[in-house]
């Protein structure tokens, strides 16, 4: 393979990398993310079954060198802020040039799947309720919009009005026409 060639697919992942690092500045992106933060119960250092506030939890993780794998039942991968499963991870990780699980590159990965799902843009025009049915898919739980369930039940999920508030009061905006 030509070094030209090779070059193409580096600088391609530089340019998604560069532009989810702008995304994430975007106000209403890192709002976006609070609120499903705040919705999955994450903390950057939480496995499944981590609970906010419990002392010496042994479902808390201090090595972000990989993704930190099973929770509480041994097989739910789902992990940190955003409760990301491990192929999750291996997969935007990889496509990012990625290879740890730090903070940084939780919320990199969670832009990024925002970006895959095709509602980055969405977001950033504050049209929040239009991309909940595609980010609920992803989140379970996030509600599928205004006055609608999850995508999974019986799983837990945040009422979309809650959903808003925390949008809201981290700094988010609604766009033009956008149901309140």
């Known amino acids: 393979m030509s070094n030209k060639l090779q070059a193409n697919p580096m600088r ?14 975007h106000p ?17 250092d939480f496995r499944y079954g981590a609970l906010k506030g419990r002392a010496n939890d042994r479902w808390r993780f201090t090595d972000t060198s990989t993704h930190p ?3 509480i039942d041994g097989k ?5 802020m955003y409760q990301i499963t491990r ?25 990024d799947i925002l970006r895959s799902l095709g ?11 239009a991309v909940m049915p595609k980010a609920s898919r992803t989140w379970a739980s996030l509600p599928k919009g ?13 009422e979309f009005d809650s959903f808003l508030t925390t949008y809201l ?3 988010g905006r609604l766009g033009q026409g956008s149901p309140t």
Do not use: M
């Open 69 to 71: 794998g099973p929770g």
């Open 119 to 129: 509602v980055i843009e969405g977001i950033k025009a504050g049209e929040i309720a």
């Open 12 to 25: 391609a992942r530089r340019e998604r990398l560069a532009q989810n690092a702008r995304d994430l500045q």
């Open 87 to 111: 192929p999750t991870w291996r997969h935007h990780a990889g496509k990012l040039g990625l290879a740890d699980f730090s903070p940084r590159t939780q919320d990199l990965i969670a832009v």
């Open 146 to 158: 205004p006055g609608q369930a999850n995508h999974y039940p019986p799983q837990p999920y945040i």
């Open 76 to 80: 739910t991968t789902a992990a940190g």
């Open 169 to 171: 009061a981290a700094g």
């Open 28 to 44: 209403n992106v890192a709002a976006f993310l609070k609120a499903i933060a705040t919705a999955e119960g994450g903390g950057y």
